[in-house]
């Protein structure tokens, strides 16, 4: 069975900091590019970053440039996402998402694989 499980988000003050974490199952993240969209309240998903299978080459918003960071661990079937410094614009639903075919940035519509998606609240 595939799975794509996503597990970290909360409630966290501005300023404060969260891991994200999506675990695979069924299939093998190494092979694909992964990433992150974002849905923030009344908006489209977006995409906020994305790396490559080789882990050489990555995307984020302009949004997030400098205060979120995207790793995948291999090992454990595992991609991350570490968000600093939030702010409130960042609340949203954030879902990880895997592409077997493509580059970074990923696109919308050629995911192949979402996770189920993550609450992230951020507010004092």
């Known amino acids: 069975q595939l799975q794509f499980v996503e597990s970290g988000g909360g409630l966290v003050q501005p300023g404060g900091s969260l891991s994200l974490s999506c675990a695979a199952s069924g299939f093998t993240l190494k092979n694909y590019v992964v990433a992150w969209f974002r849905r923030a309240p009344g908006k489209e998903r977006e995409e906020i970053s994305c790396l490559d299978s080789s882990a050489s080459n990555t995307y984020y918003a302009d949004s997030v440039k400098g205060r979120f960071t995207i790793s995948r661990d291999n090992a454990n079937n595992m991609i991350n996402l570490r968000v600093d410094n939030l702010k409130p614009e960042d609340t949203g639903v954030y879902y990880c998402?895997?592409?077997?075919?493509?580059?970074?940035?990923?696109?919308?519509?050629?995911?192949?694989?979402w996770g189920q998606g993550t609450q992230v609240t951020v507010s004092s």
């Open positions: 998402a895997a592409d077997l075919r493509g580059a970074c940035p990923a696109g919308y519509y050629n995911i192949d694989y």
